[in-house]
Nanobody, 123 residues
């Protein structure tokens, strides 16, 4: 089992930046992929980015590529999501998720482990 705890959400003005963190614990191994998803009220959960914890290879949603950077610190079992040029449309609950293997990382339904989410509000 893997436990995930997000932090770093908050309220920022449009054009601002924010960095989210996701600390993982439990049964962590090199096959784990950590991803970020977001969900705005009334909308479906959508992919943001993912990182292979073993290699550091990053994957991005086409919609957000260029405004977000995903990374990990394998010594801390923590993934990060740096967001810049934030817009009100980025307002959502941001979730960290984990699964084994990189395939189909954009499909939130196949992720096994989820954090509680952290709210990001852009005004």
């Amino acid at each position: 089992h893997v436990q995930l705890v997000e932090s770093g959400g908050g309220s920022v003005p449009a054009g601002g930046s924010l960095t989210l963190s996701c600390a993982a614990s439990g049964n962590i191994d090199d096959s784990i992929v950590m991803a970020w998803f977001r969900q705005a009220p009334g909308k479906e959960r959508e992919e943001v980015a993912a990182v292979n914890t073993a290699t550091g290879n990053a994957y991005y949603s086409d919609a957000l590529k260029g405004r977000v950077t995903v990374s990990r610190d394998s010594t801390k079992n923590t993934a990060y999501l740096q967001m810049s040029s934030l817009e009100p449309e980025d307002t959502a609950m941001y979730y960290c998720a984990a699964k084994r293997g990189c395939s189909s990382w954009k499909e939130y339904r196949i992720f096994d482990y989820w954090g509680q989410g952290t709210q990001v509000t852009v005004s």
